[in-house]
């Protein structure tokens, strides 16, 4: 039965990820701006120059915080990770607001999460008793963020390569449950985390942009993502903005990463 009183939005948190282009955090509050829709509360960028990671987060609204070219020039690099909140776990305070942070020993990671954690609270004793991990927000997409950097150290690859960080990834399908999204950047590329369970579409493609006579032209390439463990077909993407406003997401990555599913 439709509620006349239930006047607002039903979508929860959206997520956005680009790899590889010099206006990597440009493209990522316009994408953003476009998912506005999905969160009201906060909004973050984080980016990566190739040496060092850079991060931007407020509360309120995507143009209230990115909106100025100051803003996006504290936000260098081909390769970024958006997020626009709207909490379902977690108050709406400035250390919840994402993309998440952490250094690693094999160099810094972020993480742009949408969905819930069904075991996060089951998660956060197992790692403080057997990871010896202490989780610092009420936050279940800092679960994730630890989970992974975990199953990535089990790994002891230092200079991790694609190879190391799927199987990390296919560790956090192993740990989490419930249904959830996200957008990841580590040193060597951005990538994507979907469970089996997610309900919100999430289009993953590549985009290669080639100069042509001083004209960009834009080589888009279709992919498969990793859902639950199982390779999926990616859908044929359409204009950056229909794509922003319809999905979850819209994130490229280097064709070569993908092949490491």
Same mark, same amino acid.
Do not use: W
């Given at each position: ?159 991790? &390569? ?5 199987? !990390? %990834? *296919? /560790?956090?399908? =192993? ?6 999204? +996200? ?34 032209? &834009? ?5 498969? !993502? %990793? *859902? /639950?463990?199982? =390779? ?6 359409? +204009? ?22």
């Amino acid at each position: 039965v439709f509620e006349m009183t239930d006047d607002h939005f039903h979508d929860e948190c959206g997520v956005f990820g680009i790899y590889n282009h010099p206006e990597a955090a440009n493209l990522t509050y316009l994408g953003l701006y476009a998912l506005q829709h999905r969160g009201q509360e906060a909004c973050g960028i984080v980016s990566f120059d190739g040496k060092e990671f850079f991060a931007r987060r407020g509360l309120g609204h995507v143009a209230e915080n990115f909106s100025s070219g100051a803003a996006l020039a504290e936000l260098p690099g081909e390769m970024a990770a958006g997020h626009v909140r709207y909490s379902t776990a977690g108050g709406t305070i400035l250390r919840n607001v994402q993309p998440l942070f952490a250094e690693l020993d094999s160099g810094g990671f972020a993480v742009a999460h949408n969905g819930n954690l069904t075991n996060a609270e089951a998660l956060k004793q197992e790692m403080f008793r057997l990871d010896l991990r202490h989780i610092n927000t009420n936050s279940d997409s800092e679960v994730l963020l630890n989970v992974f950097a975990h199953e990535l150290q089990q790994l002891r690859a230092h200079e991790p &390569e694609p190879e190391d960080i799927f199987a !990390a %990834v *296919r /560790g956090v399908h =192993r740990r989490c449950r419930g249904a959830y999204a +996200a957008v990841a950047m580590i040193m060597v590329l951005v990538f994507t985390i979907i469970s089996a369970l997610i309900v919100v579409p999430m289009l993953t493609y590549a985009m290669t942009v080639l100069r042509v006579n001083s004209v960009s032209v &834009e080589k888009r390439e279709d992919l498969e !993502a %990793v *859902r /639950g463990g199982a =390779r999926v077909a990616v859908s044929d993407p359409v +204009a950056l903005f229909q794509t922003c406003t319809s999905q979850s997401s819209f994130a490229t990555l280097p064709t070569p990463a993908v092949d490491s599913f």
